[in-house]
């Protein structure tokens, strides 16, 4: 089981950077790709982010790709994602999530194949 706690979210206007967190729970955290995930209001949840157990392979969603960058740090059981350049359409509550599969090569874009699910972090980006 692992339990994972976002943090480092809140309001920043357009243009701005934020720095977001998501501390885990487990001794086999290094085993597991990583993923962040938002959802706006009134929309579906989408891919933002992910990063591989090794930490060398990354993919994006184009919508942050240039923007937005993934990063773990293992020893520490952490997995962030630096967020530049926001604008307004990244308002979402984004959350962290894990692949339980263990040891996947490229990390999974997909929601449905990531086990275990943080509460989520509010960002706001004003106008």
């Known amino acids: 089981q692992v339990q994972l706690v976002e943090s480092g979210g809140g309001l920043v206007q357009a243009g701005g950077s934020l720095r977001l967190s998501c501390a885990a729970s487990?001794?086999?955290?290094?085993?597991?790709?990583m993923g962040w995930f938002r959802q706006a209001p009134g929309k579906e949840r989408e891919f933002v982010a992910a990063?591989?157990?090794?930490?060398?392979?990354?993919r994006y969603a184009d919508s942050v790709e240039g923007r937005f960058t993934i990063s773990r740090d293992n020893a520490k059981n952490t997995v962030f994602l630096q967020m530049n350049s926001v604008k307004p359409e990244d308002t979402a509550v984004y959350s962290c999530?894990?692949?339980?599969?263990?040891?996947?090569?490229?990390?999974?874009?997909?929601?449905?194949?990531?086990?275990?699910w943080g509460q989520g972090t509010q960002v706001t980006v004003s106008s």
């Open positions: 487990g001794r086999t955290f290094s085993s597991y790709a």
């Open positions: 999530a894990a692949d339980g599969q263990g040891y996947r090569i490229m990390p999974a874009t997909t929601a449905r194949l990531y086990d275990y």
């Open positions: 990063i591989g157990w090794g930490g060398a392979n990354t």
